[in-house]
C-alpha cells in the first residue's frame, strides 16, 4: 500500500492464491459446457471467491479514506493469471516530473517451490487528481520483482538479485544500470542520497552506493549475520532497523571508515576491486541492537506519532502486532529503566516460570534494547513489592509510574 504525494487517496494492491480471477470466472460461466443447469452463483462475501489450484486472484484498487467505510474509488483486476507482489509511487524526471504508479508481478507464481512463468513491471498513469489510474504498458523482466522504489527521477526495482535502475520510455522501461548485489532475493529497498539499502530474503542487508560519474551501482558493505529479512528502514543515513522471519527485529550500522569511504567521490575503483573477506563484502555492519518480539515483523517504518514528539522505530507483525521502539534521549533514563527492568526480572517473574532474558534472546542474546512491556508491568505489583523497588532504586512509587506514563505518552499515546 502506497499514499498518493499530493492527495488523501491510498493505492493497493491485492493477491489471492489457489483462488479463480474475476475475468476467468465470467469466461468459465460464459461457457454452456462447463455450466450445471441445476448450478447457483453462489455470492463471494458468504461463501468466498471460487477456488483453483495455482491460480491467482489479484486487483490494483484506488481507496478513498475519508469517505465512507473507505470507498474503493477504482479496481483493476489483473488477468492471464499474474499477480502483483510490489507497488512504489514514481515521479520521472524525464517527464517532465509527472508521477506515475509501478506495480510489479508474477504470472504463474507458485510460492514453495518458488517458480513462475514471465514478470512484469507495470505503469499506471494518474488521472482526476489520483482518483483513477490508466494503464500506460509494461515490460518483461526476468523475476517477479519484489521490491520497487523512486530512486532520483527514475525507478529502481530489485529483480531476484539483481538491482537494476530504469527509466521510463514511450513503450517500455528502459534500463540505466544493473548489478548483482545479493546473494538471494531481494526484498526490500531504501534510499538516501546515493545510498541503497538492499535486504536480502535469506542473507541480511547489504549497503550499495551509486557513482553518478561512472553509472554504477556498487556494494560496499554487508552483514555478519544471514538474516532472512522481512523489512528494513533507514534510521539515519548510516544505520537500518529490519525485521527477520524468526520473530528478530535489529539495527545494525555502517562503519564509518566503510561509510566515509563510499562517499568519496573517486572511490568508484577502489570499491569495486577491495578484497573480498569470508564469501562477503570487505567490510561488515556493527549489531547495535536486537530483540526477540514472538512476531514476525511485516514492516518497519521510522515515524512520528505525536505533534512536536521524537522520531520512533513503529513495526507491524504477522499476528496482528503493532510495537514501537522508543530511543532513549538521556544516560538517565538508559540508567533508570535498565535498573527497573533488572528488579522486574527478579520480582515479577512469569507465570509459566520462562526466564525473562532468556525469552527476549531466544535466537541471539537481547542487546541495547529494553523491554517496555516489562516495565510496565510495575503498575500492577502489589504494593509492598512497588515499595521494595522505590527503595532500591532510590525514588518514590508515585514518581516512576510517573516516568514510565511520560515515556509513552511523550512518544507514542
Partial sequence: MVKHPEHPLFYVIEADNHTLSPDLCAKLLADPASVNGDSKVLSPEEFGHPRGNRRWAS????????????????????EENEAAVSLAIVTFASQDNETFLVVGTGKDMVVSPRSFSDAYVHIYRFEQEGRGLVFIHKTKVEEPPMAIIPFQGRVLVGIGKTLRIYDLGMRQLLRKTQAEVAPQLINSLSTQGNRIIVGDVQQ??????????????????????????????????ETVAGGDKFGNIFVVRSPQKASEEADEEQAGLHLLNARDYL?????????????????????????????????????????????????????????FFQSLEQHLRAE?????????????????????????????????????????IAAELDRSV????????????????
Fill in 279 to 335: 564469501h562477503g563484502r570487505s567490510h561488515r555492519l556493527d549489531l547495535m541492537c536486537h530483540l526477540y518480539t514472538q512476531d514476525i515483523p511485516t514492516s518497519i517504518t521510522k515515524t512520528s506519532l505525536v505533534v512536536g514528539g521524537q522520531d520512533v522505530l513503529l513495526w507491524s507483525g504477522l499476528m496482528g502486532t503493532i510495537g514501537v521502539l522508543i530511543p532513549f534521549v538521556t544516560r538517565e533514563d538508559t540508567d
Fill in 59 to 78: 486487483c490494483i484498487s484506488v481507496v478513498d479514506p475519508l469517505a465512507e467505510d473507505g470507498q474503493v474509488l477504482q479496481k483493476i483486476d489483473l
Fill in 204 to 237: 541480511g542487508i547489504t549497503y550499495v552506493v551509486y557513482k553518478q560519474s561512472t553509472n554504477k551501482l556498487i556494494p560496499f558493505v554487508d552483514d555478519t549475520v544471514a538474516r532472512w529479512t522481512t523489512c528494513s528502514t533507514m534510521v539515519d543515513y
Fill in 398 to 413: 508515585r514518581e516512576i509510574e510517573r516516568k514510565i506514563s511520560d515515556i509513552r505518552t511523550r512518544s507514542a499515546f
Fill in 348 to 388: 515479577d517473574p512469569p507465570l509459566a516460570g520462562r526466564d525473562h532474558l532468556m525469552y527476549r534472546s531466544y535466537y541471539a542474546p537481547v542487546k541495547g534494547v529494553i523491554d517496555g512491556d516489562l516495565c510496565e508491568r510495575y503498575t500492577l505489583l502489589p504494593n509492598d513489592k512497588k515499595q521494595m
